[in-house]
Structure formats: structure tokens, C-alpha cells
């Protein structure tokens, strides 16, 4: 199994950046593709991109494109989720997520819940003045 950890949420004002970070272990990190979602309150969870075993390919939903970053350091186990100018609608608990199947050229499996393996705990980011 795979043991997923997330980290750096915290409070900030609107325009600022935050960066997530997410430690696996338990398994071969370079085993799986590794994602970001988030959940809003009374909303479903959303995928907002993710990272190949390599990193060689990233994919991002449409709403988050050229604010958040994703990369992975496959030496230290970790994916980060860089997040530039906040808005208040990003406020969100976020989790990472791993899958070690392929198909991520697949917009239905990349964005997909089920699609993934194992997911950490949340880590709630809230964008507030």
C-alpha cells in the first residue's frame, strides 16, 4: 500500500501563492502517476491535474492552467502543487492521489476519482482577506 501525505495549507489572502506538498511511501513513488484533486464545501471533488511517473507529461483542468504548477522530485518521494495568484473560489481541503495505471492521455480516466489507487488525508487552503 501506499501512504500519502499532504502538506502547506494554511490561510492566504487572495493574489498570494502557496505551495502543497505530498510524501509517499510505502511503495515505489516512480510506480505512479500522481495527482492533485481539491473539495470544496458542498461541492464534489475536483481534479485539478496531474503528473506522470517520469514527469514527464502533466495535464491540468482548464480553470487552474498557467496559476498552478505541478512536479514531482522522485528522489524525495514528493509531489507539489505550486498555486499562484489565489482566489477566494480556490479555497478547498486538497489531496493528492496516486494511480498506478497509465491512460492519463485520457481526459475521462485522468479526471476521474475512481481512477486512483490510494489518496492522502486533505490539507484545507483558504484564500480569505
Known amino acids: 500500500q501506499v501512504q500519502l501525505r499532504e502538506s502547506g495549507g494554511g490561510l492566504v489572502q487572495p493574489g498570494n501563492s502557496l505551495r502543497l506538498s505530498c510524501t509517499a511511501s510505502?511503495?515505489?513513488?516512480?510506480?505512479?502517476?500522481m495527482a492533485w484533486f481539491r473539495q470544496a464545501p458542498g461541492k464534489e471533488r475536483e481534479w485539478i491535474g496531474v503528473i506522470s511517473k517520469t514527469g514527464g507529461s502533466i495535464f491540468y483542468t482548464g480553470s487552474v492552467k498557467g496559476r498552478f504548477f505541478i512536479s514531482r522530485d522522485n528522489a524525495r518521494n514528493t509531489v507539489y502543487l505550486q498555486m499562484n495568484d489565489l482566489k477566494f473560489e480556490d479555497t478547498a481541503v486538497y489531496y493528492c492521489?496516486?494511480?498506478?495505471?497509465?491512460?492519463?492521455?485520457?481526459?475521462?480516466?485522468?479526471?476521474?476519482?475512481?481512477?486512483?489507487?490510494?489518496w492522502g488525508q486533505g490539507t484545507q487552503v483558504t484564500v480569505s482577506s
Open positions: 510505502g511503495e515505489t513513488f516512480t510506480d505512479y502517476n
Open positions: 492521489a496516486a494511480r498506478s495505471a497509465g491512460g492519463l492521455t485520457s481526459l475521462r480516466i485522468r479526471s476521474s476519482i475512481n481512477a486512483y489507487d490510494y
